[in-house]
């Protein structure tokens, strides 16, 4: 796969200007050309078997998030090594992070819930279907690392089936209102992922899988068999991909990798940024 970096449009601007509305560059594709998503009015799946490289694209993701003026984190990750290397600056601007404790995750998307029945009356009040750059709104990013963990591992089987509940409604009643959620798991079967959740992400990435059917679990029925088939993906290529978009056909991509150390170093900045510079945190609820 061609490897050279891309020349990256002028008219996307770099931190502290950048907003949640802007195109979120994740990688190139199979011809190497530059791939961009529109992550505020879409929401993401990022499933496949450990070690393809999930964490790679949550981490881009994460990052460019991070580096916006009009982002609030909410953070789930039971294994807080992921998205727990940006705790820090997930409380810095006014944001949650969730760990291996499905009675806060739950606490947390109730509140979301409420959140977005509150965004709902707005739009509706001002005659408005979704949130624009212009309203100054701060983009509630919720990202769950391994979603497996809280339906299926932790808790009862009635707050698995509400953390199921709860986030099949903000899958499905977010994007319009600036909330989207970017969910990872290493677990693509149809416990973890029913179809009726699946199809409400807009976008879908599948890494390597170790069958096709775990393959079409993630892109949709029939893409396997159609020669769309992650099982393919050689191990040896970390970060390869087959991202579909709403009606679209599955596209070969690789994630952007961040290095630890740029990791950290982007956590740093973003921390010091929040509490020297003029942005303030903005509650949750805001």
């Not at 990750?77 to 949650?96: C, F, H, Q, S």
């Not at 973890?192 to 699946?198: A, E, N, Q, V």
């Not at 009606?247 to 150390?261: N, V």
């Amino acid at each position: 796969m061609h490897a050279a970096l891309p020349d990256l449009p002028v008219t996307i601007p770099v931190a502290p200007t950048m907003s949640m509305f802007d195109p979120v560059f994740i990688g190139i594709d199979e011809f190497g050309n530059p791939v961009y998503l529109d992550l505020v009015y879409h929401n993401l799946l990022d499933a496949g078997e450990p070690g393809g490289g999930k964490s790679v694209l949550i981490q881009n993701l994460v990052g460019h998030a991070f580096l916006c003026h009009d982002f609030t984190p909410v953070l789930f990750d039971p294994k807080w090594v992921e998205l727990g290397m940006w705790m820090e600056a997930a409380e810095a601007t006014g944001g949650v992070f969730v760990g291996p404790d499905i009675d806060k995750g739950l606490r947390v998307l109730r509140r979301l819930q409420k959140v977005m029945d509150r965004r709902y009356s707005w739009l509706v009040t001002h005659g408005r279907r979704k949130f624009l750059p212009t309203d100054h709104i701060k983009t509630i990013g919720v990202f769950i690392d391994e979603l497996g963990y809280y339906t299926t591992t932790i808790g009862t089987p009635e707050q698995q089936k509400e953390f199921v509940t709860l986030i099949r409604d903000l899958v499905a009643r977010g994007r319009a209102c600036a909330m989207p959620v970017i969910a990872a798991t290493q677990r693509p079967s149809v416990d973890i992922i029913p179809t009726s959740l699946r199809d409400l992400f807009g976008y879908r990435a599948a890494f390597r899988c170790t069958t096709p059917n775990s393959s079409d679990i993630i892109l949709g029925h029939g893409w396997a068999s159609a020669g769309f088939n992650a099982q393919t993906i050689s191990p040896a290529t970390p970060g390869v991909f087959y991202l579909i978009a709403e009606g679209g056909i599955p596209r070969l991509a690789k994630a952007a990798y961040l290095s630890d150390e740029q990791i950290h170093q982007l956590v740093d900045y973003v921390t010091w940024a929040r509490r020297t510079g003029d942005a303030q945190p903005v509650p949750l609820a805001a």
